[in-house]
T-cell receptor
Framework: GAVVSQHPSWVICKSGTSVKIECRSL??????MFWYRQFPKQSLMLMAT?????????EQGVEKDKFLINHASLTLSTLTVTSAHPEDSSFYIC???????????FGPGTRLTVL | AQSVTQLGSHVSVSEGALVLLRCNYS??????LFWYVQYPNQGLQLLLK??????LVKGINGFEAEFKKSETSFHLTKPSAHMSDAAEYFC???????????FGKGTMLLVSP
C-alpha cells in the first residue's frame, strides 16, 4: 500500500518551454501533496504544499508563477515548470499524505534537464 | 522551529558490521520523527517512524531507531550491514505530526565487502 507514482521519470526540454510533471497516489486518497526539489548530493528542499481543491502554499523563495501546482483531485497533483531554463534542471520529487497520518509517501522522482 | 542534524555526511562500514547513523532534532512541541532511505535516482522510502508510542521503533530491512527525549536524538541502527544497505539515509521531523517535514542533510552509507 501507499504507492505514489510520478510521470515522467525523466524529461529533457529546450530552454523556454514548459514541462508538466504528474504525481499520483495509486492506492490512497492524498489530502495533501508536497513538491520537493533535490540538487545532486543534497537534501530535499520543499517547494510547495498543496491541499486538494485549494491553492498551493509556496515556500519562501519559490516563484509561484514559474512553478505552477494544481491539486485537482485526491489522487493527482501536477507541477508545471513554465519557461524552463537550465538552472531549473534538477530532480523533482513529490510526496503524498493521507488525512490523519503523519508520514509522507514519496514518488520515484522526475529528472528534468533543460538544454 | 524544527530542525534536524545528521552527524556525518558519509559513514563507512564493512559488511556484517553494526550500522549507526546519528540524528538529533530540535522541536518546540513533541515531534514525529522519520527515517527515509534513498537509492540513486529514486524517491524516498520510509524505513520507520516514531509517533509518540514506543520509544524503540522497528522498521523494514532490519533497521531500528530509539527515540531519546533527553538527548533529542533518534539514531538509526542495524546489527549487521548488508551490501544492499548502501544508500543515502535521511532523518526528518514533523512538529505535531501533521506539519511539513524538515529533513536532515542526509548520510551516505557505504558498505564494503
Amino acid at each position: 500500500g501507499a504507492v505514489v507514482s510520478q510521470h515522467p521519470s525523466w524529461v529533457i526540454c529546450k530552454s523556454g518551454t514548459s514541462v508538466k510533471i504528474e504525481c499520483r497516489s495509486l492506492d490512497f486518497q492524498a489530502t495533501t501533496m508536497f513538491w520537493y526539489r533535490q540538487f545532486p548530493k543534497q537534501s530535499l528542499m520543499l517547494m510547495a504544499t498543496s491541499n486538494e481543491g485549494s491553492k498551493a502554499t509556496y515556500e519562501q523563495g519559490v516563484e509561484k508563477d514559474k512553478f505552477l501546482i494544481n491539486h485537482a483531485s485526491l489522487t493527482l497533483s501536477t507541477l508545471t515548470v513554465t519557461s524552463a531554463h537550465p538552472e531549473d534542471s534538477s530532480f523533482y520529487i513529490c510526496s503524498a499524505k493521507a488525512g490523519g497520518v503523519p508520514e509522507q509517501f514519496f514518488g520515484p522522482g522526475t529528472r528534468l534537464t533543460v538544454l | 522551529a524544527q530542525s534536524v542534524t545528521q552527524l556525518g555526511s558519509h559513514v563507512s562500514v564493512s559488511e556484517g558490521a553494526l550500522v549507526l547513523l546519528r540524528c538529533n532534532y530540535s522541536s518546540s512541541v513533541p515531534p514525529y520523527l522519520f527515517w527515509y532511505v534513498q537509492y540513486p535516482n529514486q524517491g524516498l522510502q520510509l524505513l520507520l517512524k516514531y509517533t509518540s508510542a514506543a520509544t524503540l521503533v522497528k522498521g523494514i530491512n532490519g533497521f531500528e531507531a530509539e527515540f531519546k527525549k533527553s538527548e533529542t536524538s533518534f539514531h538509526l541502527t542495524k546489527p549487521s550491514a548488508h551490501m544492499s544497505d548502501a544508500a543515502e539515509y535521511f532523518c526528518a521531523v514533523a512538529e505535531g505530526g501533521y506539519s511539513t517535514l524538515t529533513f536532515g542533510k542526509g548520510t551516505m552509507l557505504l558498505v564494503s565487502p
